[in-house]
C-alpha cells in the first residue's frame, strides 16, 4: 500500500512545485557537492519555517545513500510501540518506496519490531524529512520504524538487533533519527535543556541522554529515536559526533517566552 502525506499544507507545502522551491529554499548551496558520510543524523521534524533549514543544512552535509533507516518517536500514541511501516511513502510529487530487504531483516532480528500502520498514519515525524532525503537522494528508499513507550534496555536491544539487520542487509545505510529539542519554555530554559541533552548526544552517551532527559525534565519528543540510534552508532563504530546546527522558534516567531528547539546533528 502508499501511505498518503498527512503533514503535507501544514508542516510542508502540499503542492509539489511550492514544496520543492522550500526544499530548496532550507537546503544551503553545498547541497550540490555534500562532503562527507555518515553512519547517523539527527534532524528535527516541525514545520519547514521554524526547522527546515536546521533539517536542510544537516543532511546537505552528507552524501545521502539510497537506503535510509528512519527512527522517530510516536506523538499519537496510535498503535504499536516499535512499528515498522509496511507501505511505501507517498510525498507530493514522488512516491518514495520501502526497502523490503532491510524491512525483512529488521523483522527477523529486532523481536520488538512489528509491522503496524496505524503507529504511522498520523505521525509526521518522518514524513516531513522524507523530502529533503529525496531531493538528495532521488533513489531513496526507506525502513520507517516509530517508537513509543520504550525503556533503556528496550532501546539498547533494539540497537542490537538492527546492528544484525544492517549487517545481513549488507548495503550502505544512513541511519536518521527524527527529534524536536525542549519544548514551549523560555529562550533561556530551552538552552540549558537543550544543551544538556545536546552535550550527551555529541558523547554518543546513550544512557547518559535518556538520564539527563528524565532528570531535568526536558521534553525532547524523539529521544527514544536518538537514544536507540546512539546505541547503533556505537555498535558501527561511531568515533564522534558533531553539532551543525541548533536553533529555536523564537528565531522566527519572535516569540522568546515560549520556544521549542531545533538541532541536526552528525555521528560518524
Same mark, same amino acid.
Given at each position: 500500500m502508499l501511505r498518503p502525506p498527512v503533514a503535507a499544507g501544514r508542516f510542508y507545502p502540499a503542492d509539489p512545485k511550492a514544496l520543492a522551491d522550500e526544499v530548496s529554499r532550507c537546503l544551503p548551496p553545498m547541497a550540490d557537492s555534500p562532503s562527507q558520510s555518515a553512519l547517523a543524523a539527527v534532524a528535527p521534524h516541525a514545520g519547514y519555517v521554524y526547522s527546515g533549514r536546521v533539517a536542510g543544512e544537516t543532511l546537505a552535509r552528507i552524501r545521502i545513500p539510497e537506503s535510509v533507516l528512519l527512527l522517530g518517536p510516536n506523538h499519537t500514541g496510535l498503535g504499536y510501540g516499535c512499528a515498522l511501516s509496511p #507501505? #511505501?511513502? +507517498?510525498?507530493p510529487g514522488a512516491d518514495i518506496p520501502r526497502e523490503e530487504a532491510l524491512c525483512k531483516a529488521i523483522l527477523r532480528h529486532c523481536r520488538f &519490531?512489528? !509491522?503496524? /500502520? !496505524? =503507529? %504511522?498514519? /498520523? *505521525? %509526521?515525524?518522518? *514524513?516531513?524529512?522524507?523530502?529533503?532525503?529525496? =531531493?538528495l537522494q532521488p533513489?531513496?528508499?526507506? &525502513? =520507517?520504524?516509530c517508537l513509543g513507550g520504550m525503556t533503556l534496555e528496550n532501546c539498547r536491544e533494539l540497537a542490537e538487533g538492527l546492528h544484525q539487520a544492517l549487517a545481513e542487509?549488507? +548495503?550502505l545505510v544512513l541511519v536518521l533519527a527524527s527529534t524536536d529539542m525542549n519544548h514551549y519554555e523560555s529562550h533561556e530554559t530551552c538552552q540549558r535543556k537543550d544543551s544538556a541533552a545536546l552535550d550527551r548526544v555529541l558523547a554518543l552517551d546513550a544512557p547518559g541522554l535518556l538520564a539527563v532527559v528524565q532528570q531535568e525534565r526536558i521534553s525532547m519528543c524523539g529521544v527514544l529515536p536518538v537514544t536507540t540510534t546512539l546505541f547503533l552508532a556505537r555498535l558501527l563504530g561511531a568515533q564522534g559526533a558533531e553539532l551543525v546546527c541548533h536553533t529555536d522558534s523564537g528565531e522566527v516567531s519572535g516569540d522568546t517566552a515560549q520556544v521549542v528547539g531545533y538541532a541536526g546533528l552528525l555521528i560518524v
Open positions: #507501505d #511505501d511513502w +507517498q510525498i &519490531a512489528q !509491522e503496524d /500502520r !496505524e =503507529a %504511522h498514519r /498520523r *505521525e %509526521h515525524s518522518l *514524513e516531513v524529512l522524507l523530502p529533503f532525503l529525496r =531531493a533513489c531513496l528508499r526507506v &525502513a =520507517a520504524l542487509y549488507g +548495503q
